[in-house]
């Protein structure tokens, strides 16, 4: 479904080259550009995209061009979040999964956490703290389990969002709290226009920019994702209690799809805990 302009086409090839050291041109030059859409629940997705281990060599050689976002400390309001997610734990063990550079882990710590910070890139990791544990092989997770889980802005990166959903699933008990947060397609699409200066409008790269998000979320398509990858979402009325700005945007959501928050708290059900736990073992 997506076209582009030659000029927010070459607009997006100079900003890969910055970026990426030119990974994203060959790639656009050899990959098919086309978009799914899925007619039910809105979620957009690339079906040709760049091998797992292409794109990680594509990461490991991405440079922050945000000199803003090249501190070595978290801003408040990482570190308030976490102090909010806390409420939400059973306890203190907190994995960041695809942890980046690692900002949010020292969030976590600052907020009380035990961390435990997985990011499977070892180059991409910037933060060196005797405070948290830093694991880049998913194998030394193994037998694990922590009370919050997070996952901020990663599913719109992985090939297959369900297959890290399963996996991440060995890592539950009964009682674990799993963050998902991924972009809002329809807030960022809203005004119909946004199509128009894909993948690149000179400011920043699209939302569905190739091939930095093979994935774009509604809320309904990452409630489905979630609910088939055995999760159930948090009762309503528990988050009411401890996040009811939450609450009311996933209701106004129901009215105007925008507010609809692309972020959702959640856990296992007990049959996928069990398997899970087997399954890890076996």
Request: aromatic content about 10%; hydrophobic content about 40%.
């Amino acid at each position: 479904m997506a076209g582009s302009s030659p000029e927010a086409l070459k607009r997006y090839r100079e900003y890969s080259n910055d970026k990426y050291g030119g990974y994203i041109d060959e790639w656009v030059d050899a990959i098919r550009l086309c978009i799914y859409r899925c007619g039910h629940c809105g979620h957009h997705w690339y079906p040709d995209v760049p091998s797992a281990e292409e794109l990680g060599s594509m990461y490991a050689n991405a440079r922050n061009l945000r000199t803003s976002e090249k501190r070595r400390e978290p801003p408040a309001h990482m570190v308030e979040r976490l102090r909010f997610l806390k409420r939400m734990a059973p306890g203190a063990r907190f994995l960041d999964y695809g942890s980046g550079a690692g900002l949010w882990s020292l969030a976590a710590v600052q907020a009380g956490f035990e961390v435990t910070s997985f990011e499977p890139h070892a180059t991409r990791v910037k933060v060196a703290d005797a405070a948290l544990e830093m694991v880049t092989e998913r194998g030394d997770l193994a037998g694990r389990t922590f009370h919050l889980i997070m996952l901020e802005q990663v599913l719109e990166h992985v090939p297959d969002p369900y297959t890290v959903l399963r996996d991440i699933a060995a890592l539950c008990d009964s009682r674990t709290v799993l963050v998902l947060r991924v972009p809002n397609l329809e807030r960022e699409c809203r005004k119909g226009s946004c199509w128009k200066v894909w993948p690149y409008d000179g400011v920043r790269a699209h939302v569905m920019a190739p091939f930095e998000h093979l994935h774009g979320f509604t809320r309904r398509s990452l409630v489905a994702l979630s609910q088939r990858a055995g999760y159930s979402l948090l009762p309503a009325h528990e988050l009411a209690f401890k996040h009811i700005v939450h609450v009311l945007r996933c209701l106004a959501g129901r009215f105007a799809p925008w507010l609809a928050p692309t972020e959702v708290y959640l856990r296992l059900g007990g049959n996928d805990v069990r398997t899970a736990r087997n399954s890890e073992q076996g």
